[in-house]
């Protein structure tokens, strides 16, 4: 049983908790953790506009980019066939770690490049939980203009800054492979209130 822990938080209210500690509570009560998947993760990421884009002189697909970030315009070079003037992207500064290492700054094909631009699937995002008109499925990810230049809490503001938790569910206890009954659940076991939606007119 995979629990969002962004889903469970929206029925009881677990702000307050550490990933660790709704764990630890829910192995004391009988439940057994599989896995645990971040869904996406990055440090030091914040959103950009690609200002400019240039064909990059010795190469057929990259691009040469200056990126305006807020407090300063970095040169980024950039292999994403989608990549070009004028859209906002998520931007991995210099010093950000990411699921698949820390960004450096270097030099591509002769031309400095201090950051990366990302794609989710590039921050742990699964190909299967993109949306179907998602740019990361073969390029980097374009912002819409809910996001400002600066903005730092890109994957919150996107829904993927969430924990999930492969619970395993013995047999006595199949009414625990719905979010919402484990929802409650988790309510009683936390002491705190549940609130699930009315379904047609039914009460909690």
């Avoid at 073969?138 to 619970?167: A, H, Q, R």
């Amino acid at each position: 049983m995979k629990l969002s822990l962004n889903w469970l938080n929206s029925l009881v209210d677990i702000s307050d908790l550490s990933t660790e500690e709704i764990e630890e509570r829910a192995v004391k009560a009988g439940f057994e953790i599989e896995e645990k998947i971040k869904i996406g993760s990055g440090t030091n990421l914040v959103a950009g506009k690609v200002i400019e884009c240039h064909n990059h002189p010795d190469s057929d697909h990259l691009h040469i980019t200056k990126v305006d970030v807020g407090n300063e315009v970095l040169d980024i070079v950039c292999g994403a066939p989608n990549c070009r003037e004028g859209i906002k992207v998520i931007v991995a500064r210099v010093g950000a770690v990411l699921p698949g290492g820390e960004i450096k700054a270097g030099v591509i094909r002769g031309v400095a490049s201090n950051g990366m631009l990302c794609s989710l699937q590039e921050l742990g995002v699964d190909k299967d939980m993109l949306k179907d008109d998602s740019c990361s499925h073969d390029g980097i990810e374009e912002l819409d203009d809910s996001f400002n230049v600066g903005d730092t809490d890109i994957l919150k503001k996107l829904g993927y800054d969430d924990t999930v938790l492969d619970l395993g569910i013995y047999a006595n206890r199949p009414d625990c492979l719905a979010v919402h009954y484990m929802a409650k659940e988790m309510a009683a076991i936390l002491r705190r209130p549940c609130h699930l939606p009315d379904f047609d007119g039914a009460s909690d």
